[in-house]
């Protein structure tokens, strides 16, 4: 009889529940065991997850912006179609999450923050630009009990994953991204270049009722919103806003092997 394979996105949960506690920050050798599974470089090696192991469609789909039903992905706001983001729900528990972000091509996720986490993020195929900040002074106690007081944040990432060079714009090799509670780029923004695919593991995953909720932010200044800087290591204002209306993450049906849980 044949001995069947665990599936990547088992072995993936198998390794976050062994690296992940409630205990500490995971140190940075810890999650280079969850980053090795979810694969470090752009190119699909023959350990890293894939997109057909989380049973997402085609690439030819993909790259036509259809779902897996062969049907456009976006729907009408006042009489325009907007790009509608997709998010297949994996797994979560108090400890971690793992969940697929879908994005059609010029769909974007604001800047939004992730308070208290470890968050590992994968491509899993196109091209997204990547934008991120950190806190100057993450320790702030004043700005921390005032979130909607407008602070400094030092620009960290502001690249593309998964494109050839363009002469344009930076180009990261790796296609696994790591962010930390207070470095890394803690407070990220995704645009998609064409349709594109993220998965991301967060440790621990957002919870309202304890304070990690998520915020979303634009860049302003003290006269109001003004545009980013490209400037690396550049320092700019960041308030609170409230997405657009037409910003809109729905449900999406998750088709791949199923997560089994261990006991202990």
């Given at each position: 009889?044949?001995?069947?394979?665990?599936?990547?996105?088992?072995?993936?949960?198998?390794?976050?529940?062994k690296?992940?506690?409630?205990?500490?920050?995971?140190l940075?050798?810890?999650?280079?065991?969850?980053?090795?599974?979810?694969?470090?470089?752009?190119?699909?090696?023959?350990?890293?997850?894939?997109?057909?192991?989380?049973?997402?469609?085609?690439?030819?789909?993909?790259n036509?912006?259809?779902?897996?039903?062969?049907?456009?992905?976006?729907?009408?706001?006042?009489?325009?179609?907007?790009?509608?983001?997709?998010?297949?729900?994996l797994?979560?528990?108090?400890?971690?999450?793992?969940?697929?972000?879908?994005?059609?091509?010029?769909?974007?996720?604001?800047?939004?923050?992730?308070?208290?986490?470890?968050?590992l993020?994968?491509?899993l195929?196109?091209?997204m630009?990547?934008?991120?900040?950190d806190w100057?002074d993450?320790?702030?106690?004043?700005?921390?009990r005032?979130?909607s007081?407008?602070?400094?944040?030092?620009?960290?990432?502001?690249?593309?994953?998964g494109?050839?060079?363009?002469?344009?714009?930076?180009?990261?090799?790796?296609?696994?991204?790591?962010?930390?509670?207070?470095?890394?780029?803690?407070?990220?923004?995704?645009?998609?270049?064409?349709?594109?695919?993220?998965?991301?593991?967060?440790?621990?995953?957002?919870?309202?009722?304890?304070?990690?909720?998520?915020?979303y932010y634009?860049?302003?200044?003290?006269?109001?919103?003004?545009?980013?800087?490209?400037?690396?290591?550049?320092?700019?204002?960041?308030?609170?806003?409230?997405?657009?209306?037409?910003?809109v993450?729905?449900?999406?049906?998750?088709?791949?092997?199923?997560?089994?849980?261990?006991?202990?």
């Open positions: 009889m044949a001995m069947t394979s665990t599936p990547a996105v088992q072995k993936l949960y198998d390794v976050c529940k690296v992940f506690t409630p205990a500490s920050v995971p940075e050798a810890q999650v280079a065991k969850v980053r090795a599974v979810l694969g470090t470089f752009a190119t699909f090696s023959l350990h890293s997850i894939k997109p057909q192991d989380l049973g997402l469609g085609t690439i030819d789909q993909h036509r912006g259809l779902g897996d039903d062969g049907k456009e992905k976006c729907r009408p706001i006042l009489s325009r179609y907007v790009p509608v983001i997709s998010y297949l729900h797994y979560e528990c108090d400890l971690f999450s793992m969940g697929v972000f879908v994005l059609p091509a010029s769909a974007s996720i604001p800047l939004h923050n992730h308070p208290g986490m470890t968050v993020s994968r491509l195929y196109g091209s630009h990547v934008r991120a900040y100057v993450p320790h702030d106690e004043k700005l921390n005032n979130p007081i407008a602070r400094q944040a030092k620009l960290v990432i502001d690249h593309v994953l494109t050839e060079p363009n002469g344009t714009e930076p180009q990261q090799t790796s296609a696994t991204e790591v962010l930390y509670p207070t470095s890394g780029g803690n407070i990220h923004a995704f645009t998609a270049l064409t349709s594109c695919a993220v998965l991301d593991v967060l440790a621990p995953p957002y919870a309202p009722a304890t304070g990690r909720h998520c915020t634009r860049i302003t200044s003290h006269e109001g919103e003004v545009e980013a800087s490209d400037q690396p290591g550049s320092i700019e204002w960041l308030e609170e806003f409230h997405p657009p209306d037409d910003f993450v729905q449900r999406g049906i998750y088709r791949g092997p199923r997560i089994i849980p261990s006991r202990n």
